[in-house]
Nanobody, 116 residues
């Protein structure tokens, strides 16, 4: 079965850094792109980053470009999101997703809280 699990969230002070990860299983990891989304309380879900595992191309939303970096460890079927220079507005539940043949599969979110 297709499964994703986001993990590594926590509490960090503004200006700090945190790395969250997405572990995948149940599909050929190298053939798909993995997408990062986040949702702050009361806000719309926001797509913030993606990585295409087959060519290592990446995408970043304007809100995170220059501060966040996504990377893929294909041997471990894991995608990482390194978050630097964190701001209070980065506080959200972060999710990873794969668009598979049968539809979109979402991991459980991991909460990132950035204090002032």
């Amino acid at each position: 079965e297709v499964q994703l699990q986001a993990f590594g969230g926590g509490l960090v002070q503004a200006g700090g850094s945190l790395r969250i990860s997405c572990a995948a299983s149940g599909f050929t990891f190298n053939d798909y792109a993995i997408y990062w989304f986040r949702q702050a309380p009361g806000k719309e879900r926001e797509g913030i980053s993606s990585i295409s595992n087959y060519d290592n191309s990446t995408y970043y939303a304007d809100s995170v470009r220059g501060r966040f970096t996504t990377s893929s460890d294909n041997a471990k079927n894991t995608v990482h999101l390194q978050m630097n220079s964190l701001k209070p507005e980065d506080t959200a539940v972060y999710y990873c997703k794969v668009r598979y043949q049968s539809g979109d599969y979402w991991g459980q979110g991991t909460l990132v809280t950035v204090s002032s």
